[in-house]
T-cell receptor, first 114, second 108 residues
Framework: DGGITQSPKYLFRKEGQNVTLSCEQNLNHDAMYWYRQDPGQGLRLIYYSQIVNDFQKGDIAEGYSVSREKKESFPLTVTSAQKNPTAFYLC?????????????FGPGTRLTVT | KNEVEQSPQNLTAQEGEFITINCSYSVGISALHWLQQHPGGGIVSLFMLSSGKKKHGRLIATINIQEKHSSLHITASHPRDSAVYICAVRGSNYQLIWGAGTKLIIKP
């Protein structure tokens, strides 16, 4: 079955620690995205990647970093510079950017930083 | 003003009722998406449409490009339809512009 996996589902970290969220897709999609969702708010784009070894900042990239070394993987690191990291993080992929292709979503990772 | 506005923000209805959720947008779009987010957080894409109407089971989505408005309808609603329904539009680039979502609760 094709899809997107994110792990873990729940993640707890102490303030000041970097943490990496995993996102893997086996849909052979070129584009991948990371979104953040806070209670009562819409999704906000953190980073996106249109192709391997290339990625661009979204609307709220500060305090985050990503890599795209493989087509199927797009890990997100939440650094200690992110002022309010506690949130629900969603990874998505789509077949092609710049066209009206559907986005497929992973199950999400709920990060709690104390 | 947000570029994508959804209404209502919250909706509670009885099982069996006909549900309508609205989405208005202010930008030119190439497509509009309706998605469903379950309480656990997982998001499922329901529809992607750029004109007219689509139907899948008890769900119907319509879009009026001239009026920049879309509606999501649920017929014969059921408690398992309880979720957050999100409208998102795709403009001239790859990025989606997201509505804040409509929280739907269907009571038995």
């Amino acid at each position: 079955d094709g899809g997107i996996t994110q792990s873990p589902k729940y993640l707890f970290r102490k303030e000041g620690q970097n943490v990496t969220l995993s996102c893997e897709q086996n849909l052979n999609h070129d584009a991948m995205y990371w979104y953040r969702q806070d209670p009562g708010q819409g999704l906000r784009l953190i980073y996106y990647s249109q192709i391997v070894n290339d990625f661009q900042k979204g609307d709220i990239a500060e305090g985050y970093s990503v890599s795209r070394e493989k087509k199927e993987s797009f890990p997100l690191t939440v650094t200690s510079a992110q002022k309010n990291p506690t949130a629900f993080y969603l990874c998505a992929s789509s077949a092609e950017t710049g066209r009206a292709y559907e986005q497929y979503f992973g199950p999400g990772t709920r990060l709690t930083v104390t | 003003k947000n570029e994508v506005e959804q209404s209502p923000q919250n909706l509670t209805a009885q099982e069996g009722e006909f549900i309508t959720i609205n989405c208005s947008y202010s930008v030119g779009i190439s497509a509009l998406h309706w998605l469903q987010q379950h309480p656990g957080g997982g998001i499922v894409s329901l529809f992607m449409l750029s004109s007219g109407k689509k139907k899948h089971g008890r769900l119907i989505a319509t879009i009026n490009i001239q009026e920049k408005h879309s509606s999501l309808h649920i017929t014969a609603s059921h408690p398992r339809d309880s979720a957050v329904y999100i409208c998102a539009v795709r403009g001239s680039n790859y990025q989606l512009i997201w509505g804040a979502g409509t929280k739907l609760i269907i009571k038995p």
